[in-house]
């Protein structure tokens, strides 16, 4: 088993500063690639308060923030115009950055990418829900409403 700092939020395991174990293909193959976590070490036990300092200042002051950006959030459904051919098919994907620009541009708030979970890959206009991590006890469901760009 591999002791690991995570430095972001990955869903299932823990939030950015918590000291987790898993095994150790699981780290060395994906969380330690992509920048998700650090190995553990008695130098890097200084870093976890400096990455829960930042995951505190990226959050909601409170759970009434959260909990009203959630209502708006979930009341009006975003508009997201990309890229597509003529049959519907998007050139690329969407991704959770492209979520939280249309979300700031419906005038819904700013949210943090790292915060949108995508259910599936979109690679086709349609309608589309997403989930938003506002807070700890706090998540909103998005509909996003992907059309193509005249």
Do not use: C
């Not at 920048?35 to 308060?49: D, I, S």
């Not at 995951?55 to 009203?68: G, I, N, W, Y």
Request: aromatic share 4%; hydrophobic share 45%.
């Amino acid at each position: 088993m591999a002791k690991l700092i995570l430095t972001q939020e990955v869903t299932g395991l823990g939030a950015a500063g918590d000291i987790i174990e898993v095994k150790n293909g699981y780290a060395r193959n994906f969380l330690l690639p992509r920048g998700f976590a650090l190995t553990w070490t008695k130098g890097g036990e200084k870093q976890v308060e400096s990455i829960k300092a930042a995951r505190v200042s990226r959050e909601h002051a409170s759970l009434e923030d959260a909990q009203k950006q959630a209502a708006a959030l979930s009341a009006k459904p975003v508009k997201l115009t990309v890229k597509a051919g003529e049959s519907g098919r998007l050139f690329g994907t969407v991704k959770a950055e492209d979520v939280a620009k249309a979300v700031e541009a419906a005038g819904l708030g700013s949210i943090d990418r790292r915060k949108v979970e995508l259910p599936a890959h979109i690679k086709s206009v349609g309608s589309y829900q997403a989930n938003v991590r506002l807070h700890e006890d706090v998540s909103a469901v998005i509909d996003l409403d992907v059309v193509a760009a005249r």
